[in-house]
Nanobody, 123 residues
Framework: QVQLVESGGGLVQAGGSLRLSCAAS????????MGWFRQAPGKEREFVAA???????SYADSVKGRFTGSRDNAKNTVYLQMNSLKPEDTAVYYC?????????????????WGQGTQVTVSS
């Protein structure tokens, strides 16, 4: 069983930055494909970023050039660096994992989820 714990959310002004962390336990991070998803009030959960086992990344068009996903297998932790934040980035951000190959882009492919961390961007 894999446990995921997110941290790093908070309130920030538009144009600011935050770094989210997701600590994994129960399995070594190197065996997991990781992803970040978010859900805003009244909206469906959406893909944000994927970090593959080898470090390959993929991003939603809405965050490309502003967000960067990374992983530190030695610390069993993945990160999401968010720069140039916009009010429309306000959401609960979730870390997710899967043990199968390929990038975690679809939330239906995730086997494990964190509890989420709130990110609020004020205008």
């Amino acid at each position: 069983q894999v446990q995921l714990v997110e941290s790093g959310g908070g309130l920030v002004q538009a144009g600011g930055s935050l770094r989210l962390s997701c600590a994994a336990s129960g399995r070594t991070l190197s065996s997991l494909g990781m992803g970040w998803f978010r859900q805003a009030p009244g909206k469906e959960r959406e893909f944000v970023a994927a970090i593959g086992r080898s470090g390959t990344t993929s991003y939603a068009d809405s965050v490309k050039g502003r967000f960067t996903g990374s992983r530190d297998n030695a610390k069993n932790t993945v990160y999401l660096q968010m720069n140039s934040l916009k009010p429309e980035d306000t959401a609960v951000y979730y870390c997710a994992a899967k043990s199968s190959s390929g990038l975690l882009i679809k939330d239906t492919s995730a086997a494990y989820w964190g509890q989420g961390t709130q990110v609020t961007v004020s205008s």
